[in-house]
């Protein structure tokens, strides 16, 4: 594990508390049925799954030939993670850090946006967007999943689709014609799939 950058030591700790009390209501334990729906058109390359979290699709796309950055504020997800990594023989770079204070070294090819948008606070969003595009090549595509709750807080926070046109505007994003793809959620809530194109 390595760890970059400085983290905010209330948002280490409210993130680790979840984890440790299995409080993750996004988290669906296991892979997303959208990754094997996108992982053939996905680019290769660097692929950065940002709140990664248990980080259940990591293992897919390091055997699918992409080098995967994960990242996660929480230090227990991110041990669990790198054990079973070990244990299956794969390897990608799993790194202990604040999203809101870390940058990369270069920008990646794809991002794998799952559950780190539903889980921060709106309040955050915005912010978030502007490091999303500055992490991306441009021509890199944002492959999103946003949480449908359809009720008021979280997390995980409802990503309503047209408050996500807003954050993820066309002067800065190329949204695809063709409408996203609905993958229920266990939880009973359901998540709505974009690829998204860095302009």
Same mark, same amino acid.
């Given at each position: 594990?390595?760890?970059?950058?400085?983290?905010?030591?209330?948002?280490?700790?409210?993130?680790?508390?979840?984890?440790?009390?299995?409080?993750?209501?996004?988290?669906?334990?296991?892979?997303?049925?959208?990754?094997?729906?996108?992982?053939?058109?996905?680019?290769?390359?660097?692929?950065?799954?940002?709140?990664?979290?248990?980080?259940?699709?990591?293992?897919?796309?390091?055997?699918?030939?992409?080098?995967?950055?994960?990242?996660?504020?929480?230090?227990?997800?991110?041990?669990?993670?790198?054990?079973?990594?070990?244990?299956?023989?794969?390897?990608?770079?799993?790194?202990?850090?604040?999203?809101?204070?870390?940058? %990369?070294?270069?920008?990646?090819? +794809?991002?794998?946006? *799952? !559950?780190?948008?539903?889980?921060?606070? $709106?309040? @955050?969003? =915005?912010?978030?967007?502007?490091?999303?595009?500055?992490?991306?090549? %441009?021509?890199?595509?944002?492959? +999103?999943?946003?949480? *449908? !709750?359809?009720?008021?807080?979280?997390? $995980?926070? @409802?990503? =309503?689709?047209?408050?996500?046109?807003?954050?993820?505007?066309?002067?800065?994003?190329?949204?695809?014609?063709?409408?996203?793809?609905?993958?229920?959620?266990?939880?009973?809530?359901?998540?709505?799939?974009?690829?998204?194109?860095?302009?």
């Amino acid at each position: 594990m390595n760890e970059k950058s400085l983290i905010d030591p209330i948002r280490l700790q409210t993130w680790e508390a979840k984890y440790r009390e299995d409080t993750t209501g996004w988290d669906r334990g296991s892979s997303s049925p959208a990754l094997a729906h996108w992982l053939q058109r996905m680019p290769q390359g660097r692929i950065l799954v940002p709140g990664c979290g248990h980080g259940h699709e990591i293992s897919e796309l390091v055997r699918s030939g992409r080098f995967v950055t994960a990242i996660d504020i929480a230090p227990t997800p991110v041990m669990r993670l790198t054990a079973r990594l070990h244990e299956e023989g794969l390897h990608a770079t799993v790194i202990q850090a604040d999203l809101l204070n870390w940058e %990369p070294e270069q920008p990646f090819d +794809a991002i794998y946006e *799952q !559950t780190c948008l539903c889980a921060l606070d $709106p309040g @955050h969003w =915005a912010e978030y967007e502007s490091r999303l595009a500055r992490w991306l090549r %441009p021509g890199g595509r944002l492959h +999103a999943l946003f949480m *449908q !709750t359809g009720r008021e807080g979280g997390p $995980p926070f @409802h990503c =309503a689709l047209p408050r996500m046109h807003e954050l993820f505007d066309t002067a800065r994003w190329q949204w695809p014609q063709e409408p996203g793809i609905e993958v229920p959620h266990p939880n009973g809530l359901k998540e709505l799939g974009f690829v998204l194109e860095r302009r």
